[in-house]
T-cell receptor, first 116, second 112 residues
Framework: GAGVSQSPSNKVTEKGKDVELRCDPISGHTALYWYRQSLGQGLEFLIYFQGNSAPDKSGLPSDRFSAERTGGSVSTLTIQRTQQEDSAVYLC??????????????FGPGTRLLVL | DQQVKQNSPSLSVQEGRISILNCDYTNSMFDYFLWYKKYPAEGPTFLISISSIKDKNEDGRFTVFLNKSAKHLSLHIVPSQPGDSAVYFCAASANRDDKIIFGKGTRLHILP
């Protein structure tokens, strides 16, 4: 079956431009996460969507970052006025979050963002 | 404030020996712990998990040990194989609907 997909796989942009990163979670998964991995660093939590609840935005590094999840499925992470320090791999993960259990996350391959 | 800490950025182990990866956490509300494995240019993949009601979970060559009083968990891989060379992330969450927090990862090198 189809896993989590992300697009684009690679993105090169100029400083100051806006970028949009897309995540298609596994069908039926209610939870969706965005993480960022900078060079040599671990997975930095950015934002978490769970069903119809308000998203947990506590990991977003600045107000230049925002994310939406339309119809409980596809999610878009937007970075406005990109800076060189935004260069990283942006990973999306989804999880079924079934009642009564703790489900693991399934990660996409990531989008490699390079801000020049 | 790092809630999940992996203090060893890298570890080298001889093929066939035991690999032990360590993880410490600070949030006493964490009750579910996971290990993920990541190869270069790929997303992390789930390896093994443990609930706080247990102190050990085993799956083939992989065993996770949890010491709640010390807020410490470890992943044991035995015997280590070349394909185990990867970055291993420890992760934790506080309840079923809460976000999962990852450590910075430990790069494991299996030496021939």
């Amino acid at each position: 079956g189809a896993g989590v997909s992300q697009s684009p796989s690679n993105k090169v942009t100029e400083k100051g431009k806006d970028v949009e990163l897309r995540c298609d979670p596994i069908s039926g998964h209610t939870a969706l996460y965005w993480y960022r991995q900078s060079l040599g660093q671990g997975l930095e939590f950015l934002i978490y969507f769970q069903g119809n609840s308000a998203p947990d935005k506590s990991g977003l590094p600045s107000d230049r970052f925002s994310a939406e999840r339309t119809g409980g499925s596809v999610s878009t992470l937007t970075i406005q006025r990109t800076q060189q320090e935004d260069s990283a791999v942006y990973l999306c993960a989804s999880s079924p979050q079934l009642a009564g259990g703790r489900e693991t996350q399934y990660f996409g391959p990531g989008t490699r963002l390079l801000v020049l | 404030d790092q809630q999940v800490k992996q203090n060893s950025p890298s570890l080298s182990v001889q093929e066939g020996r035991i690999s032990i990866l360590n993880c410490d956490y600070t949030n006493s509300m964490f009750d579910y712990f996971l290990w993920y494995k990541k190869y270069p240019a790929e997303g992390p993949t789930f390896l093994i998990s443990i609930s706080s009601i247990k102190d050990k979970n085993e799956d083939g060559r992989f065993t996770v040990f949890l010491n709640k009083s010390a807020k410490h968990l470890s992943l044991h891989i035995v015997p280590s194989q070349p394909g185990d060379s990867a970055v291993y992330f420890c992760a934790a969450s506080a309840n079923r609907d809460d976000k999962i927090i990852f450590g910075k990862g430990t790069r494991l090198h299996i030496l021939p």
